[in-house]
């Protein structure tokens, strides 16, 4: 299991594109047994995915090429091969938002009520998809060296010269936190979650607070400077934005806004602090930390933030159900 026994499901369909069009395809259904629960017209959740699949592949594509230019400058053709390799799952978040926006505002449906129903099943998608790394040995961490360490799912073997390499198996690390997120916005988005766009929120929120660990241990993420992994960046902003939004729902009260302030800077320390010591020539630099370190100042930073929104979130009552009016 270390070592997958081929690219192929089945010569020449790879397993890459069969996970990653199976996770489209449960999300596709999830999303549409919602749809008459939520009160939407039949088929529109099929409609809207004619328009998000495309559009959600041609922006992680974008995405990739545009933090990756050095691998396509010199050959710009290369940049429409998409069969060669080369998407990023964020690319395809950030147009698929896009283009719900725009469908949402000509169906005149509510922006917030499609994402929430999509919310479930495109976690899920995630999680099967990140199967494809696997098989694509791709999406690895950091070389393995303890022996104890070295099994399966902890670490895969990677090609390297003759032989194989232990790496830290992050794909299945990712996969695993996705799948933890779609149990949590199945369990809790009828019982819990009950203003509109709280499902997506919760889900964008938890998703980057787990991306942003695991982004810090892979081998191959994508750079918008030198040293700034970009993934990690937009995970951040991210997480801060949905934090602030939840102070809509506390003006009447300071209490949360001295919460998040607490929050946000003891975050903020954790990235400044080993940078100005740097600085000071007391500490190494942070990207050359022990990976222990690294990890310990990533964990702080989301657990701070998780607890926050946690705290932000609130009561809320039954006139805020949003499936109150659909109930069985």
Partial sequence: ?????????????????????????????????????AGLKKDTVLDLALWLLPCGIIGARIYYVVFSWDSFRNDFWSVFRVWEGGIAIYGAIIAGFLVIAVFSRRRKISLWALCDIIAPGLVLAQAIGRWGNYFNMEAYGAEITDPALQ???????????????????????????????????????????RREGDVFCFYAFLYGCGRLVVEDLRMDSLYAASSVRVSQLLSVVICVVLLIRYLR????????????????????????????????????????????????????????????????????????????????
């Fill in 249 to 328: 729902f506390a003006y009447a009260d300071p209490r949360p806004y001295l919460i998040i302030g607490v929050c946000l800077c003891c975050g903020a320390l954790l990235f400044a602090l080993p940078v100005l010591a740097y600085c000071l020539n007391l500490v190494i630099h942070p990207a050359e930390m022990p990976l222990g370190g690294r990890l310990l100042l990533l964990g702080l930073y989301a657990v701070f933030n998780i607890a926050t929104l946690f705290i932000l979130y609130g009561p809320s009552g039954k006139e805020e159900v949003r499936y109150a009016i659909h109930a069985a």
């Fill in 151 to 193: 099994f399966f799912p902890l670490g895969v073997q990677i090609a390297s010269g003759s032989g194989y390499v232990w790496h830290m198996a992050t794909f299945f690390y990712e996969s695993l936190w996705d799948f933890l997120v779609f149990l949590f916005l199945m369990a809790a988005r009828r019982k819990w979650l």
């Fill in 1 to 37: 299991m270390s070592i997958p026994y081929s690219r192929f499901i089945f010569q020449p369909i790879p397993w890459y594109s069969f996970l990653i069009v199976s996770g489209a395809l449960i999300a596709i259904i999830l999303a549409s047994r919602e749809e008459k629960r």
